[in-house]
Antibody, heavy 118, light 108 residues
Framework: EVQLVESGGGLVQPGGSLRLSCAAS????????MSWVRQAPGKGLEWVSV???????YYAASVKGRFTISRHNSENTLYLQMNSLRVEDTAVYYC????????????WGQGTLVTVSS | DIQMTQSPSSLSASVGDRVTITCRAS??????LNWYQHKPGKAPKLLIY???SLQSGVPSRFSGSGSGTDFTLTISGLQPEDFATYFC??????????FGQGTKVEIK
């Protein structure tokens, strides 16, 4: 079964940077895309960014220009470089993937907490 | 962005109860609607995809229905392990997915 393990969260000051990683166990079915989704304290889930298998990337308006998604194929690892962090970026960040287009995120990690505070 | 509105935001129920959660989209999304279960500290779990298809390994007491803008998740015979928060999510718009605000199912 596919396993996704996030790391890299922590406490950072406003304006700072952090890089999250998502290590994936070998996929038995190639994912259509891999994505980051976050949940701020007491709030619902918010999609953040996606990288398709072909390499195309997209971002939510709230993070565009500040966050960069990338991957290291040989290491089966997805990254999220977060710059110019704001207090409102405080959240648990989940890595998620979809193997069927349009059919939801079928695999998720357990999340890593990012706290932006002075 | 497509807005997803869930109701209720929370509910109390007993083991064995039938529970219904609704989700409404701000525009037509056909059947591009998915349901997740989320427990504290755990990874969210896909239950239902494409409005009514049961994800592999998910118990048959979970079912989904609806199309267009109105959708329903039903748990027929609530079990102790079902107490969690449930989210709907639209996958109609690629790379602009949105979620409902969640419904917390608590023990009565």
């Amino acid at each position: 079964e596919v396993q996704l393990v996030e790391s890299g969260g922590g406490l950072v000051q406003p304006g700072g940077s952090l890089r999250l990683s998502c290590a994936a166990s070998p996929f038995t079915v190639s994912p259509t895309f891999m994505s980051w989704v976050r949940q701020a304290p007491g709030k619902g889930l918010e999609w953040v960014s996606v990288m398709y298998s072909g390499g195309n990337t997209y971002y939510a308006a709230s993070v565009k220009g500040r966050f960069t998604i990338s991957r290291h194929n040989s290491e089966n690892t997805l990254y999220l470089q977060m710059n110019s962090l704001r207090v409102e970026d405080t959240a648990v960040y989940y890595c998620a993937t979809a193997t069927r287009p349009g059919a939801g995120f079928d695999y998720w990690g357990q999340g890593t907490l990012v706290t932006v505070s002075s | 962005d497509i807005q997803m509105t869930q109701s209720p935001s929370s509910l109390s129920a007993s083991v064995g109860d039938r529970v219904t959660i609704t989700c409404r989209a701000s525009q037509i999304i056909n059947s591009y609607l998915n349901w997740y279960q989320h427990k504290p500290g755990k990874a969210p779990k896909l239950l239902i995809y494409s409005a009514s298809s049961l994800q592999s390994g998910v118990p048959s007491r979970f079912s989904g229905s609806g199309s267009g803008t109105d959708f329903t998740l039903t748990i027929s015979g609530l079990q102790p392990e079902d107490f969690a928060t449930y989210f709907c999510q639209q996958s109609y718009t690629s790379f602009s997915w949105t979620f409902g605000q969640g419904t917390k199912v608590e023990i009565k």
